[in-house]
């Protein structure tokens, strides 16, 4: 009898599906200082309210070196901020490129936070991803430290640095 619930046992977990039986999850978490340089618009005013949208760029390193495998990744960001009376929200989502990413392959991490930010820190989270990203999750703020304006023909263009911090698993 012990016999055959041995076989028993064995045959079934054969029958498994190989990936179900050696799924490899994989989590960590990042500090990253990143660069942006986009254009922003804007109609309105802070005192009247205001609607301003942006994009750019965004180039991401690890602060403690090449540990993270976020060090070496670059975004492309769309956000918009609303104002009246004071309060205001912002959304923007970044599609993420790692530095190992396959082609078509990526991350999205999304921001949903009131403006101005408290203490200057705005929350996001990962929502997903595409590939061998496809359940990518995790938590992230975003801390923004406006540079001067570029020295532009074009009076849109804005540059930052930015403090990327969090967590992830997929």
């Known amino acids: 009898m012990k016999q055959l619930i041995k076989l028993f046992i064995l045959v079934s977990a054969l029958l498994l599906p190989t990936n179900y039986l050696f799924a490899e999850g994989h989590s ?16 309105g005013s802070p005192q009247q309210g ?8 965004v180039v991401a390193v690890d602060v ?8 070496n990744s670059s975004h492309h960001c769309v956000g918009s ?19 190992d990413s396959e082609d078509g392959e990526f991350i999205f991490f999304h921001i949903d936070s009131v403006f101005p930010a408290p203490d200057g820190i705005k929350k996001g ?3 997903g991803g595409t590939g061998k990203y496809k359940n990518f999750s995790g938590d992230g703020i975003t801390i923004v430290k ?12 804005r ?12």
């Open 28 to 43: 960590g978490s990042y500090d990253l200082k990143a660069y942006f340089t986009g254009s922003a618009s804007s109609n």
């Open 50 to 57: 205001f609607t301003a949208n942006y994009e750019g760029m």
């Open 64 to 71: 403690e070196g090449s540990s993270s495998i976020f060090n």
């Open 81 to 99: 901020i609303s104002m009246v009376a004071g309060k205001g929200t912002e959304k923007a989502t970044c599609k993420i490129a790692l530095a």
């Open 125 to 127: 989270k990962f929502v």
């Open 146 to 157: 406006p540079l001067p304006k570029l020295a532009s023909s074009d009076p849109s263009m």
């Open 159 to 170: 540059q930052s640095v930015l403090i990327l911090r969090g967590s992830y698993s997929y």
